[in-house]
T-cell receptor, first 111, second 113 residues
């Protein structure tokens, strides 16, 4: 089955700097890669996703890149703000199968 | 509009007792998922319902865990003879279909003493 590894487990950045979180997956048939943000006491919320037919997707300060050959994908947050502080999860699936999540990255943006 | 709701928000129980956790998905969503999130860990898939198809139970950790989805809407996750290692946050999510965005509820924090 699918296995998703996520790094780093914790990340601290200064406000205004960029943050990068990386994930690798094992199942070459996976074709859907969402990223979720989880704030304290809340359920995860989708912030961006990418499907295997594209290599990059951007939404304002957030971007995701996908390298199918290497089986890894990354989340990039630019111009970080204190409200970006949260736990971020990557996930992968074949689309019609349940998501397999990474273990999460706790991002702290220091003002 | 209403999102996914879960009840109770917190549940404290004694080892050996049975518990029921409820999930109300977004109206019209055919897919419903249960996950478990242990402290500092990622989300562990438990069970998946899609329409009228037989559920995917491949993530259930033991036969003490079971789930139902009545009328294609509300779902109940039941844990029998709870153990301390069952303590976690149980999250429910729903989506329009299997390849659509999953919307998560706020979770039920289960503590087994």
């Amino acid at each position: 089955g699918e296995n998703v590894e996520q790094h780093p487990s914790t990340l601290s950045v200064q406000e205004g700097d960029s943050a990068v979180i990386k994930c690798t997956y094992s199942d070459s048939a996976s074709n859907y890669f969402p990223w979720y943000k989880q704030e304290l006491g809340k359920g995860p919320q989708l912030i961006i996703d990418i499907r295997s037919n594209v290599g990059e997707k951007k939404d304002q300060r957030i971007a995701v890149t996908l390298n199918k050959t290497a089986k890894h994908f990354s989340l990039h947050i630019t111009e970080t703000q204190p409200e970006d502080s949260a736990v971020y999860f990557c996930a992968a699936s074949r689309g019609n199968t349940p998501l397999v999540f990474g273990k999460g990255t706790r991002l702290s943006v220091i003002a | 509009g209403a999102g996914v709701s879960q009840s109770p928000s917190n549940k404290v129980t004694e080892k050996g007792k049975d518990v029921e956790l409820r999930c109300d998905p977004i109206s019209g969503h055919t897919a419903l998922y249960w996950y478990r999130q242990s402290l500092g860990q990622g989300l562990e898939f438990l069970i998946y319902f899609q329409g009228n198809s037989a559920p995917d139970k491949s993530g259930l950790p033991s036969d003490r865990f079971s789930a139902e989805r009545t009328g294609g809407s509300v779902s109940t996750l039941t844990i029998q003879r709870t153990q301390q290692e069952d303590s976690a946050v149980y999250l429910c999510a729903s989506s329009l279909g299997p390849m659509n965005e999953q919307f998560f509820g706020p979770g039920t924090r289960l503590t087994v003493l």
